[in-house]
């Protein structure tokens, strides 16, 4: 889908039951007559910063987009050029550049509003960027720049959206999209990509699925641009995937944990939550006979990176219920998925999503495991 339904929680919805591997078509804003009292659903509150720069190199006037991946440095670091100039600079990134050819290190590029539009810079740019190192396809970049990061990006940057949503500079749907690209709870800024199962959530959605009885509560897992990136290795286990920070507060470690002590469901919205919850589970000595607790199983807090590859064969921990989107071929995602439902089951309703024309990807239809 190149546009998400609307309203938003007005798309399809697949429910699919791990044990039989029965199918029922509903749409989306139906889940919470599928919810229950008791149920703990548990969200990524992530948000997509506009980590995509249009910019000129600063000798030749050459265009260049940088899509930033992962802040390397907070503070200020300081480096001496080939004329022994010192330079400070206040972030440092690591980045993906396109064309990459032609870009080395010491490139310096200008970045400034609607910079590919005009024919000269400005006498002073938003950002200014350097390129430190380069290695593995990727680019160190340092920036410098008046006022704060947060506002230049505001200023200059824009939403980076998968590549299969495509747009031009003078698309209708290019504003829109910096609403789209949100969930509706999206609070700490540090993803390139968005945990798209939430997108499908309206407030009015998550008020009502509370008044019933069901309890939602937060963690963060900032995206990375390699959730788009295809598995290509003949044997999955070799297949690398980049490193995600993620938090998980004391409050919902709490509300997790109690739900695991009462027996109650724990619904994940979006694979980047499964990662992260799964990646904060320790084997504890069980205080109660409990079901769950017999597997020893407590949720820590924290704050931490997390490399987890799930595939098919992985023994969940935490979650009964999964909230998630149509995913890409070969992907981490749908691999992650058909751990969860098994690979017949998500083979089996793939297929049927095919024959009954859903949505896929980012701005498509949801499917609901359980």
């Given amino acids: 889908?190149?546009?998400?339904?609307?309203?938003r929680d007005h798309c399809r919805l697949m429910v699919l039951s791990r044990r039989t591997g029965q199918t029922e078509h509903k749409m989306f804003v139906d889940i919470v007559k599928l919810v229950k009292p008791g149920d703990l659903l548990v969200i990524n509150n992530t948000k997509v910063i506009r980590a995509r720069l249009l910019g000129k190199k600063r000798d030749t006037g050459g265009k260049v987009e940088v899509l930033l991946l992962r802040r390397l440095a907070k503070l200020e670091k300081t480096t001496t050029s080939s004329c022994g100039k010192r330079e400070n600079f206040k972030e440092v990134w690591e980045?993906?550049?396109?064309?990459a050819r032609r870009i080395r290190e010491e490139t310096e590029v200008l970045f400034w509003k609607n910079s590919w539009a005009s024919s000269r810079s400005p006498g002073t740019p938003c950002l200014l960027g350097k390129v430190l190192s380069t290695g593995g396809g990727k680019f160190i970049f340092g920036f410098d720049f008046p006022g704060t990061f947060p506002e230049n990006l505001e200023k200059i940057g824009e939403i980076p959206l998968p590549p299969y949503i495509k747009r031009n500079s003078h698309d209708r749907f290019k504003l829109q999209d910096k609403k789209w690209y949100q969930t509706v709870f999206a609070k700490k800024e540090g993803a390139v990509a968005a945990p798209?199962?939430?997108l499908h959530f309206t407030k009015r959605l998550l008020n009502r699925i509370e008044a019933k009885g069901?309890?939602?509560?937060?963690?963060?897992?900032?995206?990375?641009?390699?959730t788009f990136r295809?598995?290509?290795e003949a044997e999955i286990t070799r297949h690398r995937l980049d490193a995600e920070y993620f938090e998980l507060s004391g409050a919902t470690a709490r509300a997790i944990n109690q739900?695991?002590?009462k027996g109650k469901r724990i619904i994940a919205v979006g694979t980047t939550t499964v990662r992260a919850l799964e990646s904060c589970c320790v084997e504890e000595k069980p205080p109660s006979i409990s079901a769950k607790l017999e597997k020893k199983v407590v949720v820590k807090p924290g704050k931490n990176w997390t490399e987890l590859f799930i595939y098919p064969g992985y023994k969940f921990k935490v979650i009964d219920g999964l909230i998630t989107n149509f995913h890409l071929p070969g992907s981490t995602l749908l691999m992650l998925v058909a751990a969860f439902a098994g690979k017949e089951n998500i083979f089996q309703a793939y297929e049927e999503a095919i024959k009954e024309k859903y949505h896929f990807y980012s701005y498509g239809d949801a499917m609901f495991i359980i």
């Fill in 1 to 7: 889908a190149q546009i998400p339904a609307k309203p």
């Fill in 95 to 99: 980045t993906i550049v396109r064309p």
């Fill in 196 to 198: 798209t199962a939430g």
């Fill in 214 to 226: 069901a309890k939602v509560v937060p963690l963060t897992l900032h995206v990375s641009w390699g």
């Fill in 230 to 232: 295809p598995v290509r």
């Fill in 259 to 261: 739900a695991i002590e």
